[in-house]
């Protein structure tokens, strides 16, 4: 079957419980980390500070936290299955997020995005939330950041 891409898209009950999707990868630069101290105000110095870095645990400066799940979340969205998702997005029900290691300078991550679970709306039959698990793995493999993003859907019988 030959799908028409320009209008193709993604709604509650097109995906499945345990699909999962890869994202291309991004390097964090230093540029990264300035510009996001700058946006956010944030200019601790074990982000900004390369003296004061060297001698914290990490021995270097590492990338806030919030620019990880930033530079996570323009990942997902940059996928195919996000970009076929967005005109059926309600909105972004809720977010957790916990971050496991640090992500370094010139560190490159990628997102892994797994569909956990679907939960139809009781008060609202045309929609239902995805529950989706949004890792940022860096090139050594390692999870740096794991969230759950819950977004409430259209079902396609109410396009």
């Not at 990490?58 to 997902?76: F, K, M, N, T």
């Not at 997020?97 to 009781?122: A, M, N, Q, Y």
């Amino acid at each position: 079957m030959l799908r028409d891409i320009e209008n193709y898209k993604v709604y509650f009950d097109t995906l499945e419980v345990g699909e999962r999707f890869v994202s291309e990868g991004r390097t964090v630069t230093e540029r990264d980390i300035i510009a996001f101290a700058g946006l956010s105000g944030d200019f601790n110095a074990l982000h900004i500070d390369a003296e004061y870095a060297a001698t914290t645990q990490h021995g270097q400066r590492i990338a806030h936290g919030l620019l990880v799940l930033s530079i996570a979340s323009g990942l997902s969205t940059q996928m195919p299955v996000m970009k076929f998702m967005s005109s059926t997005i309600v909105g972004l029900a809720n977010l957790e997020c916990r971050w496991l290691k640090p992500t370094f300078i010139g560190d490159t991550i990628h997102v892994v995005l797994e569909v956990t679970e679907k939960v139809p709306s009781r008060s609202k039959p045309d929609r239902g939330t995805l529950v989706l698990s949004r890792k940022a793995v860096n090139q050594r493999g390692e999870t740096v950041m794991d969230s759950t993003w819950k977004l409430i859907l259209k079902k396609s019988d109410a396009a």
